[in-house]
Nanobody
Framework: QVQLVESGGGLVQAGGSLRLSCAAS????????MGWYRQAPGKQRELVAA???????NYTDSVKGRFTISRDNAKNTVYLQMNSLKPEDTAVYYC???????????????????WGQGTQVTVSS
């Protein structure tokens, strides 16, 4: 069974740091883009940062210079280093991965979009 498992969320004071991790497991042929999204109460889910299999990155403007996304292709893992955290960064953070999966008795081979379960990040002022 293919899944994304996140870790690293928590409560931190403004100005502090957290590091999120997301590991993909299961029968995976390859992973294309990976990214982190977040959703604050009453708001839509938004892209925070993304990284391609080749290492190209992009960030939403509000986190540029503070957050860094990286990945370890050998471990099928993506990370989000969050520094200088602000109360407005408070949200549930979701990992996303676009993965090429092989054929199984219940699934055709192809490109699939997977989400992690979400991890809460709370920044106190």
């Amino acid at each position: 069974q293919v899944q994304l498992v996140e870790s690293g969320g928590g409560l931190v004071q403004a100005g502090g740091s957290l590091r999120l991790s997301c590991a993909a497991s299961g029968s995976i042929s390859s992973i294309n883009a990976m990214g982190w999204y977040r959703q604050a109460p009453g708001k839509q889910r938004e892209l925070v940062a993304a990284i391609t299999s080749g290492g190209s990155t992009n960030y939403t403007d509000s986190v540029k210079g503070r957050f860094t996304i990286s990945r370890d292709n050998a471990k099928n893992t993506v990370y989000l280093q969050m520094n200088s955290l602000k109360p407005e960064d408070t949200a549930v953070y979701y990992c996303n991965a676009k993965m090429v999966l092989g054929t199984t008795p219940t699934r055709r081979a192809g490109l699939y979009n997977y989400w992690g379960q979400g991890t809460q990040v709370t920044v106190s002022s």
